[in-house]
């Protein structure tokens, strides 16, 4: 310990006087302090991010059946030659034998042919995320059979429900044969 180096000693007078020694030459620059008048100049100027508009699904149940179900529907099902297509949202009893005593829901009906081919799509609460059904009738019958529609899917989209009535119906062997 007798043994101090010169730099880490300060004098008796040095100390009573408020005074330290200076640095030592192996401290690094960055440990100096910085002067924070002056902003630093390459700052990253982050741009606001951009709000995505709301998604079609967003809007309220029937304006999006009307305004954008109903038109992608009519256009994909003709795009794969239905002719004299139809297709409305009705709120009415569910056809089927054994639902007559169930109450109204709304109903995506398409026909064609004639009349004679018809679809239906039930939204049993009104809404997307609800619970739905389809049901295809052929040379005019009523409807013998009520299927669910769509029922493993997390997040209902426009294209996704407009693909999954065009599957339907392909797999009626209604648009493409095999």
């Not at 038109?71 to 297509?85: F, I, M, R, Y």
């Not at 407009?162 to 009626?172: K, Y």
Request: net charge negative; with cysteine.
């Amino acid at each position: 310990m007798a043994a101090e180096s010169a730099e880490n000693v300060v004098s008796p007078t040095a100390a009573a006087a408020g005074e330290t020694a200076p640095p030592a030459a192996d401290t690094p620059a960055s440990a100096a302090p910085r002067d924070t008048a002056q902003p630093p100049t390459a700052e990253k100027k982050v741009p606001p991010k951009k709000e995505k508009p709301p998604a079609v699904e967003a809007k309220p149940f029937t304006d999006f059946i009307q305004q954008d179900y109903l038109p992608a529907l009519t256009q994909a099902l003709v795009e794969k030659g239905v002719t004299d297509l139809h297709v409305d949202l009705e709120r009415s009893k569910i056809a089927i034998k054994g639902f007559e005593s169930e109450p109204e829901c709304s109903q995506v009906i398409g026909r064609w042919n004639g009349g004679d081919r018809q679809f239906n799509v039930y939204f049993f609460d009104d809404s997307l995320q609800g619970q739905r059904a389809i049901s295809c009738v052929d040379g005019g019958n009523k409807a013998s059979t009520l299927e669910s529609f769509l029922i493993d899917e997390r997040k209902i989209t426009l294209d996704l429900l407009v693909s999954g009535v065009v599957l339907r119906l392909n797999s009626q062997k209604w648009l493409l044969r095999n």
